[in-house]
């Protein structure tokens, strides 16, 4: 009772059903009111219930997507050196991998010429001409992903346990999918 004189009158009367006193009301003339706001207040919490539902059901939405993105290296990048570090590669590691991050270089240097000469050939005055050359431009880019995505997966293959736990470890923090590693029977050169 003494929570409820410190509420405003009209707060203590509509959502306990009290006067000021304590005694409760059983007048037909407030009942109403009474079994109005109760109803009202159901249809209230149901309502921040649904909300929080709805806020809910992003979150597993948002995070299961977020899931879908692969957990890739970036081999032959700029990170390379914290690969290195961060994996603890051993000597054998550090030459294979050198040996892909040169195979990817001479492979995408193929690829950055081709872009190249579609940048300094194709038409790009107007709209139109943009989004052809913005077309023509997608499968050379996926190309280059591509064969980034064969290095890292190549790498990911010759983990050893720990070094692959960590990998792991990592790709869930990051919230991505970790890429299933080659072995040198499923090898193939990035094209």
């Known amino acids: 009772m003494a929570i409820l004189k410190k509420l405003p009158y009209w707060v203590a009367f509509f959502v306990f059903g009290v006067k000021l006193t304590g005694s409760i009301i059983f007048d037909k003339e407030y009942s109403l009111y009474i079994s109005l706001f109760n109803k009202f207040l159901k249809g209230f919490v149901l309502m921040k219930l649904n909300n929080y539902c709805s806020i809910l059901l992003f979150f597993i939405f948002f995070t ?95 983990l050893n346990e720990n070094q692959y736990q960590r990998y792991i470890s990592l790709c869930f923090e990051a919230v991505r999918r970790p890429l299933k590693g080659l072995t040198s029977k499923e090898d193939s050169a990035p094209e």
Not at 70 to 77: E, F, Q, S, V, Y
Not at 103 to 129: A, C, G, T
């Open 64 to 158: 299961s997507v977020g899931q879908t993105v692969d957990c890739t290296l970036g081999i032959g990048g700029k990170d390379t050196e914290t690969i290195i570090k961060v994996f603890q590669l051993s000597e054998e590691q550090l030459v294979q991998m050198e040996g892909w991050i040169e195979e990817l270089n001479k492979s995408n240097e193929l690829i950055e010429e081709q872009i190249d000469v579609l940048l300094d050939k194709h038409p790009q005055s107007n709209e139109e001409e943009l989004q052809v050359l913005a077309e023509k431009f997608k499968p050379l880019r996926a190309q280059i992903i591509a064969n980034s995505r064969i290095c890292d997966q190549k790498l990911v293959g010759i």
